[in-house]
């Protein structure tokens, strides 16, 4: 839960003796929303009237988690919807039922929290898809997400795409843009023809100039759409993204790497989504069950644009999530086989690559986008997910979690060295 004593988001002017990944302790000054200079600590000056200083001893400063792919229509409603545990389908299905009826507070309401529980471990930027309903209330999602996007338009960067099922109507995937929406998505994988879904989205968003971000391939078979999403877009100006890409897993190395490189050449941005995926893939195969992940490895051995998100939090796609970047990284390195540096660069600097934002972090020019967390590496810091945190959006303090330990004593006194050494 979020404290329930909001900051007056403070803006900060310099940031004192943090440790950066690289071992270096450094003042951070700021100037505004963007990084001015980054000096050995102690060196910087204090900080100009109006803004603030903070002591980031013992913190290390990391540059703030983006996640490029979120439900925040979807998150916190296992609870309400107690649905059973399975598969992709299964889930289609729960959330369909409760979705039917839930009223448009219900959803402003779980997303307003999700975003905020998001923020304060440090994401400061969110894609969120947002689905496109049936029935006669397609947008009631959509109203819900546009609110809460302005409402937080201060504390958290939010881009929205419209998730557009095979059945949804192009009348509807064109409203739900004129409503707010930033981007088309949609599900091509899971149409009875997925290629003319594909191409059917796909020229909708030529067709209004916006970018694109499809759930793209999220099976363990199947005949692979991503080469013909890379035919189609390569030469577009707009962004362009493949959610999941599951099946990149579970193909023979050359087609794989034949898939992989045609998304590098059309510039589409690859989105792991390993909680969801491992969570969701699998359930057919109750002996040697395979693991629903892309292939992250090849992906960045290929040159291409990486980037990891949380995706499904406490919803029938997903029981568990701490809403926590940290999380999605761990689960980078202990699934995806990455090192720590690579998972971490996944859910910071890579995703706001693939969401097209501008580079931030701690290196003049950047924007000032930083999550602190008192830690003494990277490595601990994936490892524990330390509570205590500080996050810094376009130069303000927009979260502060403060911990209190207490922990009772021994009973017994420790042994000496010594005695230790004799047995």
């Known amino acids: 839960m979020t404290d329930p004593h909001p900051l007056d988001a403070p803006i900060v002017g310099v940031l004192r003796g943090a440790t950066l990944p690289d071992g270096r302790v450094v003042d951070v000054q700021l100037d505004g929303p963007v990084v001015r200079e980054v000096l050995p ?20 400063l990391l540059t703030a988690p983006a996640d490029p ?4 229509d979807k998150a916190r409603s296992w609870d309400a919807i107690r649905p059973p545990m399975g598969d992709l389908e299964r889930a289609i299905d729960s959330w369909r039922a409760y979705a039917a009826t839930m009223p448009v507070a219900d959803v402003s309401r779980r997303a307003r ?8 471990n440090g994401t400061t930027a969110v894609r ?18 546009v609110a809460v996007r302005e409402e937080l338009a201060d504390l958290v960067d939010l881009e929205l795409v419209a998730l557009a099922g095979p059945e949804c109507p ?55 759409t991503l080469a013909e999403y890379a035919r189609i ?21 050359l087609e794989r790497d034949a898939q992989i490189a045609a998304a590098v050449d059309a510039g589409i941005g690859i989105i ?13 195969h109750p002996e040697s069950t395979p693991r629903g992940l892309t292939a992250a490895r090849a992906v960045l051995e290929a040159g291409g644009r990486f980037a990891a998100g949380a995706d499904n939090v406490r919803d029938p796609f997903n029981p568990l999530g701490r809403s926590d970047a940290l999380e999605t990284a761990a689960l980078l390195v202990a699934a995806a086989h990455l090192t720590v540096d690579e998972a971490y660069h996944a859910v910071s600097e890579g995703a706001r690559e693939v969401l097209a934002l501008p580079a931030a972090g701690a290196r003049p020019g950047a924007r000032a986008e930083f999550l602190a967390v008192r830690a003494a590496s990277l490595a601990e810091a994936v490892a524990e997910a330390p509570a205590e945190r500080l996050v810094v959006h376009g130069g303000r303090l927009v979260a502060r979690t403060t911990v209190r330990r207490e922990v009772a004593s021994p009973a017994r006194r420790p042994r000496a060295a010594e005695e230790i050494g004799s047995r």
């Open 41 to 60: 600590a102690g060196t910087a000056p204090a900080p100009i009237p109006g803004t603030i200083e903070l002591d980031l001893a013992g913190h290390l």
């Open 69 to 72: 792919h979120a439900h925040l």
């Open 113 to 120: 929290e999700q975003a905020l529980a998001m923020l304060a």
């Open 128 to 145: 969120s898809h947002v689905d496109l309903l049936p029935g006669p209330e397609p947008l009631r999602c959509v109203e819900a997400l």
């Open 170 to 224: 192009d009348t509807v995937i064109e409203a739900a843009l004129d409503a707010g929406l930033d981007a088309v998505g949609g599900a091509p994988h899971l149409a009875d023809d997925p290629l003319a879904d594909l191409r059917r989205l796909l020229a909708i968003a030529e067709r209004r100039g916006v970018a694109v971000d499809l759930h793209t391939d999220e099976a363990l078979a199947g005949e692979p």
């Open 233 to 253: 877009t390569t030469g577009w100006s707009q962004n362009r993204s493949a959610g999941h890409c599951v099946r990149l897993g579970t193909l023979p190395a």
């Open 272 to 284: 792991a989504n390993p909680i969801t995926n491992l969570y969701l893939q699998g359930w057919e």
